[in-house]
């Protein structure tokens, strides 16, 4: 027995899926405020995917990060130890889920929005023909170095007294509020890199890379230009400017580095047991590699693509809406010539 997508969503004559109902923006944007939706909000907000970037934070912070003295001195010996646990972290975090769902299709086609697995084509736009190889050896080579430079400089920074550094005992109050804001401050970052980067001359130069998965699996999500991988996982320097704590910094970094899982899995849900599954929440960054023009930020913690007219919700009026924009572009350029 497997759990019915049909009873989810719906698929269509090519065999993609896609799920039912609307994406919502987070809650607490309406007025007046809608306190019970909030409420009912707050869990699959934190949980699971917050609470696990914040448990690897806080296991980097006593297992991994070494001493504060040793940190103090830029050597090679504690970057490159940082380097090869990011490494290994990556391939079992990204490599259990390209295993499970892309290699051993433990779910087959179920809940999946695309009919094809990348696997079965193989395309001249990527390295070696494979996206699996491409994307992975990206991934390892470029994306992961350029997230432990990062990690190297804001640890450096506190280490050195260079930037505030806040303790959790004289703070506490301030400090977990800043971990709940920081996936806002995610998506706020992401979103002005991810315009920027969408510009006509950046698109070709960078961000093409990242857009050669049209139908991405989970090694796509690090895939990226050395310019976009290191302004990605740049999110954590904000901690720099605001007065904050190295461990909310890694947390920040975890929610980026890991978090990207989220937007390329490419099921709407992980089955777990025969009738339970997690969410992915990947369909919103899903529509955005299928159409490009929508749906730059993430998922609606900050609505900037709500204000500004690039959200697509996953329904037939978010089709009619980014058409109707394609067609204002399109006159707009028609006039200029
Ligand atoms: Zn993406
Ligand atoms: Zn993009």
Redesign the pocket.
Known sequence: MAMDDSLYGVRNKRGDWAPNGRREIAPFWAWPPQVLKILKWLPGYLWPWNCLHIATALLWWYAVVPEVSTLKTLSWGWPAWLLLVNWVANLAWYGFFEWRLYVRRAQGGRFKYYHKFPADQPSDVFWFKSQNLDNFLRSFLISIPLWTLVQVIFLYSFANGLVPWLSWAEHPVYLVALLFVSPAIHEVHFYVIHRLIHTPTLYKWIHSI??N?VN?SPW??LSMHPVEAFLYHAVALWHLVIPSNPIVALFQLHAAGFG?IN??IGFEKLELTEDTAMDSHAYT?YL??KYFEVNFGGDGLVPLDKWLGTWHDGTKEGDRLMQARYERKLARLNALK
């Open positions: 990242h857009h998965s991405p796509s999500s990207a937007g390329h960054h955005h590699h």
